[in-house]
């Protein structure tokens, strides 16, 4: 079973529409929890930190559900520039600074 | 200019080649990361310094050395190349505040190809 699992997708929606992601993670000692942006061809960007009480920016909702361990991305009013790949990642405490991605799920915006 | 710089940007080598990847950064950052990532996989750890005189394996090390040469540079060797390890690698590094919310910041990417 990998560390942290996601849809790979397509998420295929029309513009203005909210998707939401999921995603599990197997190890209970995970501490810190993160969605990296990654474009087609590029290097992943941080879009947002995960933080336990839930966390928002602009139109992108992050929660953390421990007992669950899974994480969740809401977007609200899709953008087509909103299209790229959202990589889940956890820090596992004691692992340092250590990254575990998922795999990584497709949104794809159309018009 | 970019904070984190990868050459080179795509490579195409034979089997048995030796080949470096290079990365710089000028983050200031001590910790430095090779990861490679393949369709459908993620991205995997390959080697990790937390400082000059620190370097540790990752995930899937083996196949791989890595050399870093000041705080700013960390070079990956492929001593002998193999077709699988065809694959995007991608030099990330990140500053140290003991929260474990450090963001990583990386590199635009390798693209190599081992015929």
């Known amino acids: 079973r990998k560390e942290v699992e996601q849809d790979p997708g397509p998420f295929n929606v029309p513009e203005g529409a909210t998707v939401a992601f999921n995603c599990t993670y197997s190890?209970?000692?995970?501490?810190?929890f993160f969605w990296y942006r990654q474009d087609c061809r590029k290097e992943p960007k941080l879009l947002m930190s995960v933080y336990s009480s839930g966390n928002e920016d602009g139109r992108f909702t992050a929660q953390l559900n421990r007992a669950s361990q899974y994480i969740s991305l809401l977007i609200r009013d899709s953008k087509l520039s909103d299209s790229a790949t959202y990589l889940c990642v956890v820090n596992i405490y004691g692992a340092g600074n250590m990254l575990t991605f998922g795999g990584g799920t497709r949104l794809m915006v159309k018009p | 200019d970019a904070d984190v710089t990868q050459t080179p940007r795509n490579r195409i080598t034979k089997t048995g080649k030796r080949i470096m990847l290079e990365c710089s950064q000028t983050?200031?950052?001590?910790?430095m990361y090779w990861y490679r990532q393949d369709p459908g996989l993620g991205l995997r750890l390959i080697y990790y310094s937390f400082d000059v005189k620190d370097i540790n394996k990752g995930e899937i090390s083996d196949g791989y050395s890595v050399s870093r040469q000041a705080q700013a540079k960390f070079s990956l060797s492929l001593e002998s190349a193999i077709p699988n390890q065809t694959a995007l690698y991608f030099c990330?590094?990140?500053?140290?505040?003991?929260?474990?919310?450090?963001?990583?910041?990386f590199g635009p990417g390798t693209r190599l190809l081992v015929l």
């Open positions: 983050k200031g950052h001590d910790r």
């Open positions: 990330a590094t990140s500053g140290d505040s003991g929260t474990g919310q450090e963001t990583q910041y």
């Open positions: 190890n209970s000692a995970s501490q810190s």
